[in-house]
């Protein structure tokens, strides 16, 4: 699932919007990983979401406990995907003017690094 918006929309709102496409899809869909800007608002909208399915929310949150950088779990599974679309040239800057175009491209990017991981 890939949502592009702009920049001026807050983290919650671009959240909502992903999980608005979940609501009707990916029925077997039972854990959210959500990074803490997500926490509070989501939770609430998921909550209401797992009345009438089985769905949880999880946050990847690191131990106060630890200094310096440490890989949290699962968390650099979205990272690598980052660093993966990052080395495509046309997601390396926003060269898009509409939001629509840049989810294609994105979508794009990932049917081509799928398809090399399929050729090794």
């Known amino acids: 699932m890939v ?3 702009a920049a001026g929309i807050s983290e919650t709102a671009g959240g909502r919007r ?3 496409e979940l609501e009707y899809q990916f ?3 039972k854990l959210i ?3 803490g800007g997500y926490m ?3 939770f609430k909208w998921v909550e209401r979401l797992s009345r009438w399915r089985k769905i949880r929310i999880e946050q990847v949150k690191r131990s106060d406990e630890q200094t310096g950088f440490v890989v ?3 968390r650099w599974i979205v990272e690598l995907t980052f660093a993966w679309l990052s080395k495509q040239r046309r997601l390396s800057k926003d060269y898009e003017s509409l ?10 990017a ?3 690094l799928m398809l090399a991981k399929l050729d090794t």
């Open 18 to 20: 992903v999980l608005a």
């Open 72 to 74: 949290l779990p699962k």
């Open 33 to 35: 990983w959500v990074d």
């Open 110 to 112: 990932m049917i081509r």
């Open 3 to 5: 949502c592009v918006h």
């Open 40 to 42: 509070n608002s989501l």
């Open 27 to 29: 029925w077997r869909l």
């Open 99 to 108: 939001c629509d175009t840049s989810e294609a491209m994105v979508h794009i």
